[in-house]
């Protein structure tokens, strides 16, 4: 499975983006998928993950009632809605997948990657 993860860029405090990662098979629609993200000079973190099905979400604190992740099975396609973003969340964005349906939120439980996406939050 190659996942590719877009709808990064820069945008000012307060405002709004949507992360997409489209996969090129139609499988990721039995696997979970995480959002992990890395800022400069920092390990890389868990953000927000949703189970195969869409029925189990699990976010970070940090972004907890702020972004929202959602997936589209007939499009092969995972988002994360982010809101009310602050200068803190800027770091680049990359999504995963594990061939399980089942949640996890540590980096080595995934199986495949996508490139990362860079997202800026200008104060």
């Known amino acids: 499975v190659q996942l590719q993860a877009s709808g990064g860029g820069l945008v000012q405090a307060g405002g709004s983006l949507r992360l997409s990662c489209a996969a090129s098979?139609?499988?990721?629609?039995?696997?979970?998928v995480t959002w992990f993200r890395q800022a400069a000079g920092k390990e890389r973190e868990f953000v927000s993950a949703?189970?195969?099905?869409?029925?189990?979400?699990d976010y970070a604190d940090s972004v907890e009632d702020r972004f929202t992740i959602s997936r589209d099975n007939a499009k092969n396609t995972v988002y994360l809605q982010m809101n009310s973003l602050k200068p803190e969340d800027t770091a680049v964005y990359y999504c995963?997948?594990?061939?399980?349906?089942?949640?996890?939120?540590?980096?080595?439980?995934?199986?495949?990657w996508g490139k990362g996406t860079q997202v800026t939050v200008s104060s």
């Open positions: 949703i189970n195969w099905s869409g029925g189990s979400t």
């Open positions: 098979d139609r499988t990721f629609s039995s696997q979970a």
């Open positions: 995963a997948a594990r061939l399980r349906s089942t949640i996890a939120t540590v980096a080595n439980s995934m199986d495949y």
